[in-house]
C-alpha cells in the first residue's frame, strides 16, 4: 500500500510502517462498495480464525489491535471492516494503516462490482445506500466511489463480485487467507440419548437402535461406549461393520460438497436410546475412521453420565 496521504487531504507525509514482529498475525482490513459483499467476507474470516470487527472507525484500529495482542495474543488474526458509515473518521484509514499497525502485517481489501449489480443487491435487501440522502439509490453508490476511489487504488487485493456467487466469495477469501488447517472442514460426531430428544443443530443423523443393547448385559451395564468391552461387543454385532463401511462413504460425500459451498463445520448426531453405549461406542468409531480419512473429526457425548 501506498505511504502517501491521500491527496487534498493536508495530511503530512506519514512515517515508514513498522517491520512485522516475528510470529505475529495478520491484520486485514475489508473495505468496499455497499452491496459488494463485505459481511460474506467478515464473516468467512469470521469462519477462518479471524477476531473480527465490523463498521470500525480506522482511527480506532491500532487500539483494537492492542486489546487483541494484550487478551488473545499477537498471533491472533484480526479483521476490521470499514466503510462509508464511519462518517469523518473514514479519511484516516490511509494514515492509520502508514503508520504501521503494531507490527503486524496489514493487507487492504476492497471489494467492488458493477452499479447495475450493485444497484440490484440493495433493491432486494430494500436497504437505503447510506450516501443516498434524499435522492436515487445510484447516487448514493455514485458518492460513495468518488469517496472509495483512492483507498481502490492503494488496496493489496481487489475482488471484483460482480460474477460471484456467496460461496464463490468465501472461496476467494478462504484462498487469499485460509491455511492448510482452517480451510479444512471440522467434523463433530455427537453421541445422545434419543430419551433426552434430537440435537436440533445436527446435520446428518443416524440411529444406533438396530443394534443390540448392551444395557442388557448385565456384566456391560455399568460401563460405557468408551470402554474396549462395550465398544467391541458394538462394533462386533451384526450389521454394525456394514453400518460403517456404507456410512463412511456418505459422510466423506457430504463433507466434500460442503467444502464446495464454503461450509467449514458438520455436526454428525449418532443416537440410541439413552447415549450411553451404543452411539457412544459408534461416535468414536466414526470419529476415528473420519481421521484417518483425512478430516479433522472430534467427539463430543452430549449425553454420557446421565443415566
Sequence with gaps: MSDQAPPGSGTPE?????????????????????????????????????????????????????????????????????????????????????????????????????????VRRQEAARRPHPLQGGGRLLDGLQRERSVLADLRSDADLVIDTTALNVHQLTDRIAAAFGTSETVRLKVTVVSFGFKYGIPVDADMLADMRFLPNPHWVP?????????????????????????????????????????????????????????????????EEIAARLSGAGLTARVMHRDLGRE
Design 14 to 118: 506519514a512515517p515508514a510502517p513498522l517491520p512485522a514482529a516475528a510470529g505475529s498475525g495478520q491484520l486485514v482490513v475489508v473495505t468496499g462498495m455497499t452491496g459488494a459483499g463485505r459481511s460474506t467476507a467478515a464473516k468467512e474470516l469470521e469462519d477462518l480464525g479471524f477476531y473480527v470487527v465490523d463498521n470500525l472507525p480506522p482511527s480506532l484500529v491500532p487500539d483494537v489491535v492492542r486489546l487483541v495482542d494484550q487478551s488473545l495474543g499477537p498471533r491472533q488474526p484480526i479483521a476490521v471492516v470499514v466503510d462509508v458509515r464511519s462518517g469523518s473518521f473514514f479519511h484516516t484509514l490511509h494514515a492509520t494503516l502508514a503508520q504501521g499497525t503494531l507490527g503486524r502485517t496489514a493487507t487492504l481489501v476492497f471489494l467492488d462490482a458493477t452499479d447495475e449489480v450493485l
Design 219 to 283: 456384566e456391560l451395564r455399568p460401563y460405557t461406549g468408551r470402554d474396549a468391552a462395550v465398544a467391541d461387543y458394538v462394533t462386533a454385532q451384526p450389521g454394525a461393520a456394514e453400518f460403517l463401511e456404507a456410512y463412511l462413504p456418505v459422510l466423506q460425500l457430504v463433507a466434500q460438497g460442503y467444502l464446495r459451498e464454503g461450509k467449514r463445520f458438520m455436526r454428525v448426531a449418532i443416537g440410541c436410546t439413552g447415549g450411553k453405549h451404543r452411539s457412544v461406542a459408534m461416535s
